[in-house]
């Protein structure tokens, strides 16, 4: 059996309070670093034979923290990353609302069906973490791994997992900090555990 512990990256930093962030690079709050460190001492005891990591200093914080408490090595996968809002990304949504009124409200009742200007779309976003995260699978077929990253690739990998359709995807809470485990027994995925948090 194959185990991923997929987590969520902790509070970021205030400059991403209330703003648009996916390729903006924000680090930790201090209660974001407090929030790894209770993850850290969750998996202490789990036979974790690597870590992934997005390529975001928020994400790679978290990752080095439990690297620190399982002492395994961190690989940071750039196609990990979270989605790139384009020209939304660093703006407050009060501002995306003013200078971009029918592409915010579409982004608000369908974000699955949204192409950011300048940035990605959801399906683009979903084809790359899911290759990536293909390709770690095999890697370590057996073994116990973690993956420190975000929201929505952790979302993705969820719903591919429970066949849960694009536009459903957000009724999967992802809390900062956010513990999921997703096993794979003969090549079936299970989700054996959702949006812990560890504090």
């Known amino acids: 059996m194959t185990r991923v512990?997929?987590?969520?990256?902790?509070?970021?930093?205030?400059?991403?309070?209330?703003?648009?962030?996916?390729?903006?690079?924000?680090?930790?709050?201090?209660?974001?670093?407090?929030?790894?460190?209770?993850?850290?001492e969750y998996l202490r005891s789990e036979p974790i034979a690597c870590i992934y990591s997005s390529p975001r200093?928020?994400?790679?914080?978290?990752?080095?923290?439990?690297?620190?408490?399982?002492?395994?090595?961190?690989?940071?996968?750039?196609?990990?990353?979270?989605?790139?809002f384009g020209d939304f990304e660093g703006l407050s949504y009060d501002e995306i609302g003013v200078r971009y009124p029918d592409l915010y409200r579409k982004w608000m009742e369908e974000p699955t069906e949204?192409?950011?200007?300048?940035?990605?779309?959801?399906?683009?976003?979903?084809?790359?973490?899911?290759?990536?995260?293909?390709?770690?699978?095999?890697?370590?077929?057996?073994?116990t791994i973690a993956v420190v990253s975000h929201g929505g690739v952790n979302r993705i990998l969820l719903a591919g997992a429970l066949q849960i359709p694009d536009k459903c995807i957000f009724r999967l809470a992802q809390d900062y900090a956010a513990i999921n485990l997703l096993a794979f027994m003969h090549g079936l995925p299970v989700v054996q555990l959702l949006n812990l948090r560890a504090q």
Not at 17 to 31: A, E, I, M, N, P
Not at 62 to 69: D, I
Not at 75 to 84: C, G, Q
Not at 116 to 142: C, W, Y
């Open 5 to 40: 512990w997929l987590i969520r990256h902790g509070e970021p930093a205030a400059e991403a309070t209330h703003r648009c962030y996916g390729s903006l690079d924000v680090g930790l709050s201090k209660k974001g670093q407090e929030q790894m460190e209770h993850v850290a």
């Open 57 to 84: 200093s928020r994400a790679q914080q978290g990752a080095r923290t439990l690297a620190f408490s399982v002492l395994r090595p961190v690989e940071v996968v750039e196609d990990l990353r979270e989605i790139d």
């Open 114 to 143: 949204v192409l950011f200007p300048n940035g990605e779309s959801f399906p683009d976003m979903r084809t790359r973490v899911l290759k990536a995260f293909e390709a770690i699978q095999r890697k370590h077929d057996g073994q």
